[in-house]
């Protein structure tokens, strides 16, 4: 069976920041047919788009699985449901969100989802948790590394290095 390389942002901005990084790390790497690789430090951001909600832990986390993204993003969605994630206004606050940042090269697109993510070149706190697991890693619609990508980002939002790594 082929499989991906696959990378996760994993973002929590309400109760135990920490407890629901660590806990959808832990659950990323039991999703059937997929295996966790790493994950990068947590980071700890100012909240983008809708900027009035308490600052957001961060990371990225690097997969490989046999799903296919139609397959996998249910499974994500699982996990944020098991953890307690509640539906509120978008670009709220949230205790978990787990978005597919980068599919192995793949642009894909369905009414659910889109690969990359959307937005993820104008996203800081995406692009420097991704950039310490996948520096080189090449964007596959603007041919930019990840590098390079966090080199022009035009958001300045303050993304700071935390004291903590994802317990696996």
């Known amino acids: 069976m082929k499989t991906y390389t696959v990378f ?21 790497g039991k999703i059937h047919g997929t295996r966790l690789i790493w994950c990068s430090q947590v980071y700890e951001s100012d909240p983008y788009g809708e900027t009035d909600q308490p ?18 993003l249910p499974e994500l969605k699982a996990i944020e449901e098991r ?28 009414e659910y989802l889109k690969v990359p993510h959307p937005d993820l070149e104008n996203r800081r706190f995406a692009l420097i948790s991704l950039r310490e697991i996948a520096p080189d890693v ?28 994802i317990k696996l």
């Open 8 to 28: 996760v942002g994993l973002g929590s901005n309400m109760g135990d920041r920490l407890r629901y990084i660590n806990d959808a790390a832990l659950a990323l």
């Open 55 to 72: 600052k957001f832990l961060n990371a990225a986390a690097e997969l490989e699985t046999e799903l296919r993204p139609a397959e996998l």
């Open 83 to 110: 953890l307690g994630r509640q539906t509120r206004e978008r670009w709220g606050p949230r205790e978990i969100d787990l978005d597919i940042l980068l599919y192995d090269g793949v642009v894909f697109a369905d």
């Open 138 to 165: 090449v964007h596959p619609v603007t041919g930019m590394t990840i590098s390079e990508l966090t080199a022009v980002c035009p958001d300045r939002s303050r993304v700071m290095p935390t004291p903590y790594r």
